[in-house]
């Protein structure tokens, strides 16, 4: 069981994520732009950073520092998936899963 997850999403979705973990004893943290800052599941989690600008482009679509909050965050990180979506779903500083393939 995770201790501490990173919620790298808002709104109903975020919300209901948070209750799930508080019932399982699992510390929250969000992620929110400026314009999400008194956003209901910032204030639900345990620890919320911002992570940039109003502009989606400028912060939710910006996975390096969403990674850069789960890492200082201490966020755990659930382990590495496998199969045919695994190099999608990998962090960009991971080597990837399956070699790429020659066409």
Do not use: K, W
Not at 14 to 42: F, N, P, W
Not at 83 to 101: K, T, V
């Amino acid at each position: 069981m995770f201790r501490r997850i990173l919620v790298a999403n808002r709104g109903e979705i975020a919300c209901r994520v948070i209750q799930t973990a508080r019932r399982l004893g699992v510390e929250t943290v969000a992620v929110y732009s400026e314009a999400d800052a008194r956003a209901m599941h910032v204030r639900m989690a345990d620890a919320a950073y911002c992570i940039g600008s109003a502009a989606s482009s400028d912060s939710y679509l910006r996975g390096e520092r969403v990674l850069q909050v789960a890492a200082d965050s201490g966020a755990e990180v659930p382990p590495r998936p496998a199969g045919p979506r695994a190099a999608a779903l990998a962090p960009p500083h991971a080597p990837r899963a399956d070699p790429p393939r020659s066409r």
